[in-house]
């Protein structure tokens, strides 16, 4: 089975995740060494893959979103006069 290709939307929002979460995480680290960088930038790529995975594909709804059937339109009842019975 091939893979499906992914789309601009995906590519957008993981890459801009690996960008600026490493460039967060070098901030934040302050570290200067190699393995450390490594470190870094793995973790980045994970979680830009991560993002890119979670959007949602175009065309396909989640299913907590379906829309439900549209209900019958509502009659206002319009109460009965009450009639007395005629006393006997």
């Known amino acids: ?11 957008a929002y993981g890459s801009c995740t690996v ?5 967060a ?4 680290s302050r570290t200067s ?8 930038a793995l973790a980045a790529l994970a979680l830009g893959l ?5 959007v949602p594909l175009p065309g396909k709804r989640p299913a907590a979103v ?13 109460p009965e006069p009450v009639r007395e019975r005629a006393a006997s």
Do not use: C, D, W, Y
């Open 50 to 54: 991560l993002v890119a995975m979670t």
């Open 25 to 28: 995480m070098l901030l934040l």
């Open 1 to 11: 089975m091939a893979m499906p290709r992914p789309t601009a939307a995906q590519l």
């Open 19 to 23: 960008i600026l979460s490493t460039f």
């Open 66 to 78: 379906e829309q439900p059937a549209p209900a019958e339109p509502h009659r206002a009842s319009v």
């Open 33 to 40: 060494s190699g393995p450390g960088i490594a470190v870094i």
